[in-house]
């Protein structure tokens, strides 16, 4: 749509914005689409998956439960080419950091002077507690940077002000995910106890089943209630991050097996909320959404409060504990000041809405007649030996440009040359999927040896 017809399209309620979200997992597509629809009642969403080893499968689309007008699966080039038809009035560009940049650089080779562009717009699917200037830094350039708290806007200004970076593009929002009905207390003891694990925290397969053990001692501990292994993906599956000790495959090494009243679920997180009780995790995002609710939430201290666990995020929130004080009844309740801070507001919504001043931002970029060159932080210049990489890792040249060779099917590729490649793709990614987590375990254990 031409930026001439942006304003008319926002001033006319029937006619709906044009977002396109890329995103290359399941949590980034749901933070992605969830997002497009904060910022646009009812735009016309399209979804494209960036081609990688985290690409989700329908199973995990499914479970998601955000539904896209139309859904393909891309490489960083062809969604390049798609863009610069001109089709869309807004870009969520939902990836890691890296590929956020190289999608930068992209759009403004394609429009190097102020243009007809879309608006760009960016964030963080959930805590941000690693790589916080890395990141930051790989987002800069795009028309919006999204905070999901306003303790996430300070710490975003500062580090784009601390580099002599523009940081206009930073607007506060909060996690587009936090929703549900609030917690009706089930009594003075919890009756469905919820474990979200994460892929990737904590890695040790030592550190994994001492988890596993001790949710599953609790529900021995406490016969009357439920305990729920909340996973996020299957054996073969993966999500935002790499998970090579599966719980599934844990769970089948515990003597005798779970107990009767515990047990191994999938589905969305949301619909898991409603019947949760406590909810118990390292430090998962999760955790937010379960405190928005006003559920009891437990982020686990049993292998201490560290960086690389990500629960030090947690501190001052009130939520810290063990799994020996959850054994003994305790039901840990969110400070309402670190909550605040947080951008968990709770389901009553009081304190107004967190998208607002996002959309008022969007309307303002989507009033320009034209919108400014994209600039990122990193160029050539900046980062001479940093970006060449970045890019060169989504096929693009230096200067943002396909490099030679890039796959950029053809509108005219034949149905069996498409569904032959898909087919390829589809057993690369099993072989990746496999060796990650069947073959490289094993060779850390021999090394051991």
Not at 81 to 106: C, M, N, P, S, T
Not at 131 to 153: F, P, T, Y
Not at 228 to 249: A, N, V
């Amino acid at each position: 749509m031409p930026a001439s017809n942006r304003a008319a399209s926002r001033s006319h309620p029937g006619t709906a914005l044009r977002v396109a979200v890329l995103a290359d997992s399941d949590t980034r597509w749901k933070w992605g689409a969830l997002t497009a629809r904060r910022l646009s009642e009812e735009p016309h969403l399209t979804g494209f998956l960036l081609r990688g080893r985290a690409t989700p499968t329908a199973r995990q689309l499914g479970e998601v439960g955000v539904r896209a007008d139309r859904l393909s699966e891309v490489t960083c080039a062809r969604f390049l080419a798609e863009i610069e038809r001109g089709k869309y009035d807004v870009v969520v560009l939902a990836l890691v950091g890296g590929a956020v940049q190289a999608v930068l650089h992209g759009i403004r080779a394609l429009w190097p002077e102020p243009a007809e562009r879309p608006v760009l717009v960016t964030g963080y699917v959930g805590v941000v507690y690693e790589k916080l200037a890395d990141g930051l830094l790989l987002r800069h350039g795009a028309d919006l940077v999204l905070a999901n708290s306003r303790h996430d806007a300070g710490r975003f200004r500062a580090v784009y002000e601390g580099v002599g970076a523009d940081a206009g593009a930073v607007t506060e929002t909060a996690l587009p995910f936090l929703d549900g009905a609030a917690y009706e207390k089930a009594g003075s003891r919890a009756h469905t106890v919820v474990f979200a694990v994460q892929p990737s925290v904590p890695e040790s397969r030592a550190d994994r089943a001492y988890l596993l053990e001790r949710a599953a001692g609790h529900a021995r501990l406490h016969p009357g209630r439920e305990v729920l292994i909340k996973l996020r993906s299957r054996p073969g599956e993966h999500t935002t991050h790499l998970e090579e000790q599966p719980y599934q495959r844990l769970a089948e090494r515990i003597p005798g097996g779970l107990p009767a009243n515990c047990r191994l679920v999938y589905g969305n997180m949301g619909e898991v909320l409603d019947g949760t009780d406590l909810l118990v995790t390292v430090s998962s995002t999760a955790a937010l959404e379960s405190l928005h609710r006003g559920i009891p939430t437990a982020v686990l201290t049993d292998l201490g409060i560290r960086e690389a666990l990500g629960n030090h995020h947690f501190l001052g929130s009130g939520c810290l504990a063990s799994w020996d004080q959850l054994d003994a009844g305790l039901l840990p309740q969110g400070d309402p000041r670190w909550l605040a801070d947080q951008g968990v507001t709770g389901a009553s919504g009081d304190a107004g809405d967190p998208f607002a001043a996002a959309r008022e931002r969007l309307a303002q970029l989507l009033d320009l007649p034209v919108l400014p060159a994209v600039a990122p932080y990193y160029t050539q210049v900046t980062a001479p030996r940093y970006l060449p990489g970045i890019l060169a890792r989504h096929h693009l040249a230096p200067d943002g440009s396909p490099l030679p060779g890039a796959v950029r099917e053809s509108e005219g590729e034949s149905r069996l040359r498409r569904r032959l490649r898909s087919h390829l793709r589809d057993a690369a990614r099993a072989a990746y999927r496999h060796g990650v987590q069947r073959v490289a375990p094993v060779i850390r254990r021999m090394g051991e040896l």
